[in-house]
């Protein structure tokens, strides 16, 4: 297993058009998550996933937006008309449940990210 | 709701200590982090420190964390040019879902 890999790793795109992006965890994680990163600015978190179920996401999540993990292993990020301000690196990382007394930050692994760009 | 704040921009020549610092508000915080972003890459978890500590060293690494004022530092010692990069402190709870990150620090190596 080489880590969480993201697909594509750049997309440009023409405000408007729909965009999807896929992120594939580290085979025995149960734990997905979501985070948009803008220019200048930390990763925000998005949602995250535990097996398939899509179990909390932020108020930055808007209706144009929607993940899913259909068979609880790779998860997409689809994103409908999009706008300028979508551009963004969208990171996804993996966890196996945390374990009792371990910090949810020792257990994640992200990817390398997916850069959009929203001309 | 959870804040974290570091200062933009840090310049070090190669050779000396870097003290990158960051403050949260979240009381609650169980766990805080360091990550490491070199252009283009993903994030990277360079260390980490529980509440209940107050210093942790790896290495080159010391970590800081004076709960009081909830304030955390991460120094590195001997700074080299691969330093270089952007390092991001990041917060979680005990049961969290997900972890806040700092605004970032730019850490520039000159020679």
């Known amino acids: 297993d080489t880590g969480v890999s993201q697909d594509p790793r750049h997309k440009i795109t023409k405000r408007g058009q729909n965009v999807t992006f896929r992120c594939d965890p580290i085979?025995?994680?149960?734990?997905l998550y979501w985070y948009r990163q803008t220019l200048g600015q930390g990763p925000e978190f998005l949602t995250y996933?535990?097996?398939?179920?899509?179990?909390?996401k932020s108020r930055l999540l808007s209706d144009r937006f929607s993940a899913e993990r259909p068979k609880g292993s790779f998860s997409t990020l689809e994103i409908q008309r999009t706008e300028q301000g979508d551009s963004a690196m969208y990171l996804c990382?993996?966890?196996?449940?945390?374990?009792?007394?371990?910090?949810?930050?020792?257990?994640?692994?992200f990817g390398q990210g997916t850069r959009l760009t929203v001309v | 709701g959870e804040d974290v704040e570091q200062s933009l921009f840090l310049s070090v020549r190669e050779g000396d200590s870097s003290v990158i610092n960051c403050t949260y508000t979240?009381?609650?915080?169980?766990?805080l982090y360091w990550y490491k972003q070199e252009p283009g890459a993903g994030l990277q978890l360079l260390t980490y420190?529980?509440?209940?500590?107050d210093m942790k060293q790896d290495q080159r690494l010391t970590v800081l964390l004076n709960k009081k004022d909830k304030h955390l530092s991460l120094r590195i010692a001997d700074t080299q040019t691969g330093d270089s990069a952007i390092y991001f402190c990041?917060?979680?709870?005990?049961?969290?879902?997900?972890?806040?990150f700092g605004t970032g620090t730019r850490l520039q190596v000159t020679l």
């Open positions: 990041a917060e979680s709870t005990g049961t969290a879902s997900k972890l806040t």
């Open positions: 979240d009381s609650s915080s169980t766990y």
């Open positions: 085979s025995e994680h149960n734990r």
């Open positions: 420190i529980f509440s209940n500590m």
């Open positions: 990382a993996s966890s196996y449940k945390t374990s009792p007394g371990q910090g949810l930050g020792t257990e994640a692994f």
């Open positions: 996933f535990q097996n398939e179920a899509q179990l909390e």
